[in-house]
Nanobody, 124 residues
């Protein structure tokens, strides 16, 4: 099985920055389709950003220009750099993996077969 462990969440004031990381197990990480999702209390889980095995990226309109997703195949890590944070970015953030190149849009929950436990981001 593939294991994903997120870190880097915390509390920050509006306009601040946070950098989330996801450590991923597996020997073929370079072929994985990866995504970041978030879920606020009382809301559905939503896709934030995705990155395919070829390095192509996609973002939710609400985070374009402020968030950057990146993938380090040598270190088996996924990163989400979040700048200009807003209170509405407050949520539990999850990384997700599909052990193959992406088959669907990054925000498709069914794309991914492995999920991390989540890391809380609070913006006040």
């Amino acid at each position: 099985d593939v294991q994903l462990v997120e870190s880097g969440g915390g509390s920050v004031q509006a306009g601040g920055s946070l950098r989330l990381s996801c450590a991923v197990s597996g020997n073929t990480y370079s072929t994985y389709c990866m995504g970041w999702f978030r879920q606020a209390p009382g809301k559905e889980r939503e896709g934030v950003a995705g990155i395919d095995s070829d390095g192509s990226t996609s973002y939710a309109d609400s985070v374009k220009g402020g968030f950057t997703i990146s993938k380090d195949n040598a270190k088996n890590t996924l990163t989400l750099q979040m700048n200009s944070l807003k209170p509405e970015d407050t949520a539990m953030y999850y990384c997700a993996a599909d052990t193959a190149p992406c088959r669907h849009q990054y925000y498709t929950v069914d794309e991914y077969n492995y999920w991390g436990q989540g890391t809380q981001v609070t913006v006040s």
